[in-house]
């Protein structure tokens, strides 16, 4: 089969691998009908992550062709969305919600890579979800936002006690980012606040739920939400980003007593003990257990109520990942879609 490895910073390569089969009896193979880039690989992709003859992806949806003989919720046919971290789904971390921590956790990314034409899954009934029905290819790319993109931004949503009546204050405008919006309004929240300087991620910002469009960053887009809200600060923050800078900005617009659900992979983002301990908020967040919500937002999808696909704004073949990559490092595009 072809997939997607990273060889070394900035060398995209689509190269021959060996196709997958079934090892393990709770494992299943799909035929990845979608997948994506996510802005997680662009750390890897410049070199601030290890990225050395990687193997690519982690967002998928597909059709599962093999399957071992111990799994019970799925079939050959099944048309299946999967989350990007492995999980199955039974054990005592799972069944408290967070799927993202399973006893068996391992992420697709590392292990499988999905920008490819078949994967592996492990734990298959605990990773995969079966869709309603064979999905009309116009929902295809709202149901590949659900494997992660989708996932985490609902997570950091409910990570930051997002809820009706409340102020929202979302930190990036990449695909989480605006996906943290959708999930907001979704919820219920009143105000919803994103800064951004881009026009086409300030339109879809709005079209998904934002009031309020800030292109302040830092110091001034926190004085500006504590200006929008009688100098308390946000309910709620969504941090979609993971540097120090924008976690500090996300910590420090929210009000006291207030939650900060981040969801950004963390680089050098450190916390001074001193002001947490005075700042009196929550935090909570990390990778997030997408197999929890995976069912309803599939469902949601599935009756047009939600359609997170808009923030697929470039679809290219697999056989030009490289310049999805680069579209997407030079921010010419916000999320590309690989078809298989």
Not at 82 to 90: E, K, L, Q, R
Not at 136 to 141: G, N, R, S, T, Y
Not at 243 to 261: D, K, L
Not at 285 to 309: C, E, H, N, S, T
Request: with cysteine; glycine share 10%; charged share 25%.
């Amino acid at each position: 089969m072809r997939g997607v490895i990273l060889e070394g910073p900035r060398d995209i390569r689509v190269i021959d691998r060996e196709d997958p089969k079934v090892i393990e009896p709770t494992d299943a193979v799909i035929r990845i009908t979608a997948t994506c880039i996510c802005g997680s690989d662009l750390w890897p992709y410049r070199g601030e992550d290890d990225s050395e003859h990687q193997v690519m992806g982690h967002e998928y949806v597909g059709v599962v062709t093999e399957i071992g003989h111990n799994i019970t919720t799925l079939k050959v046919g099944d048309h299946v969305v999967g989350s990007f971290v492995i999980s199955d789904n039974t054990c005592e971390i799972c069944q408290a919600g967070y799927q993202s921590k399973c006893v068996h956790a391992e992420f697709v990314a590392e292990a499988i890579g999905t920008q490819a034409e078949y994967a592996r899954i492990p734990h298959a009934d605990g990773t995969l979800v079966v869709t309603p029905g064979e999905p009309d290819p116009a929902i295809v790319p709202s149901l590949l936002a659900a494997s992660d993109v989708l996932g985490t931004g609902w997570f950091a949503a409910v990570a930051a006690q997002v809820g009706p009546g409340k102020t929202v204050a979302v930190v990036g405008d990449g695909a989480v980012g605006l996906m943290g919006v959708l999930a907001a309004k979704q919820l219920g929240a009143e105000r919803i606040i994103i800064s951004s300087r881009h026009a086409d991620r300030q339109a879809l910002a709005r079209e998904f739920g934002a009031t309020d469009v800030l292109a302040e960053r830092g110091e001034e887009f926190v004085e500006k939400v504590k200006e929008l809200t009688n100098g308390y600060g946000a309910h709620s923050v969504i941090e979609a980003v993971g540097t120090a800078e924008a976690f500090t900005q996300a910590r420090t617009s929210v009000r006291p007593g207030g939650h900060v659900g981040f969801v950004g992979i963390a680089h050098d983002v450190q916390i001074p003990g001193d002001e947490l301990f005075f700042d009196e908020i929550h935090l909570h967040g990390g990778p997030a257990p997408v197999r929890r919500f995976l069912p309803d937002l599939i469902q949601l999808i599935w009756d047009r109520k939600i359609d997170p696909g808009k923030v697929f704004d470039l679809t290219l073949p697999l056989s030009e990942a490289a310049e999805g990559y680069k579209a997407m490092d030079e921010r010419r595009a916000t999320k590309v879609l690989l078809t298989v």
